[in-house]
């Protein structure tokens, strides 16, 4: 275990559902990530939140809401996506989001969307 | 746009062999590198990471950078059979997005 949690491990939703990922660290960190990981693709970074403050939105389409209402934990928010957002969803956190060598992942959310 | 490129594999070798990882990338201003572990169904694991060209030894494993040819390579040595998994290549420049490779897949085979 990294001390990084995400729920749920797997999600299968319909284009026109609404859900939730949720992801809580309990290292003590205050620098929290999304990443997406595609089959064949490079892992993608999406969003980066220091301090609760969103930093880095890598052009990531408004279907996809983060949130972070602390430090500790981060969400992300999903609402009428398409079937090519099927992807693991990963989150990471770091002390600050300048200490990148000090990332660590959780398990990762597996989501299709049908 | 940024590009970091790895050889998709799998890359075989024998127990005990010296495994070899490359990895190139396009943008000049990169300053930071990092190779990730991540076996089949989990998720990344940062194994090393190096700022300065030359090489940076952390047990069995060696991370190499020049610059100059924009290219970071890791090094296996003794390689076990439970080093088999994929090895993702990570820059990152003056932004605080890094840029990862496809990955490499790694078998080390008794």
């Known amino acids: 275990e990294t001390g990084v949690t995400q729920t749920p491990r797997h999600l299968v939703m319909g284009m026109t559902n609404k859900k939730s990922l949720k992801c809580e660290q309990h290292?003590?960190?205050?620098?929290m990530y999304w990443y997406k990981q595609s089959a064949k693709k490079p892992l993608e970074l999406m969003f980066v939140?220091?301090?609760?403050?969103?930093?880095e939105n890598n052009s990531v389409p408004s279907r996809f809401s983060p949130e972070c209402p602390n430090s500790s934990h981060l969400f992300l928010h999903l609402h009428t996506l398409q079937p090519e957002d099927s992807a693991l969803y990963l989150c990471?956190?770091?002390?600050?989001?300048?200490?990148?060598?000090?990332?660590?992942f959780g398990p990762g959310t597996r989501l299709t969307v049908t | 746009q940024k590009e970091v490129e790895q050889n998709s594999g799998p890359l075989s070798v024998p127990e005990g062999a010296i495994a070899s990882l490359n990895c190139t990338y396009s943008?000049?201003?990169?300053?930071?590198f990092f190779w990730y572990r991540q076996y089949s169904g989990k998720s990344p694991e940062l194994i090393m990471f190096?700022?300065?060209?030359g090489d940076k030894e952390d047990g069995r494993f060696t991370a190499q950078l020049n610059k100059a040819s924009q290219y970071v390579s890791l090094l296996i040595r003794d390689s076990q059979p439970s080093d088999s998994a994929t090895y993702l290549c990570?820059?990152?420049?003056?932004?605080?997005?890094?840029?990862f490779g496809r990955g490499t897949s790694l078998i080390v085979h008794p």
């Open positions: 939140y220091n301090f609760k403050e969103q930093t």
């Open positions: 990570a820059v990152k420049g003056g932004s605080y997005i890094p840029t």
């Open positions: 990471a956190s770091s002390q600050d989001r300048i200490t990148l060598y000090e990332q660590y």
């Open positions: 943008d000049r201003g990169s300053q930071s």
């Open positions: 190096i700022y300065s060209n």
């Open positions: 290292l003590g960190h205050n620098a």
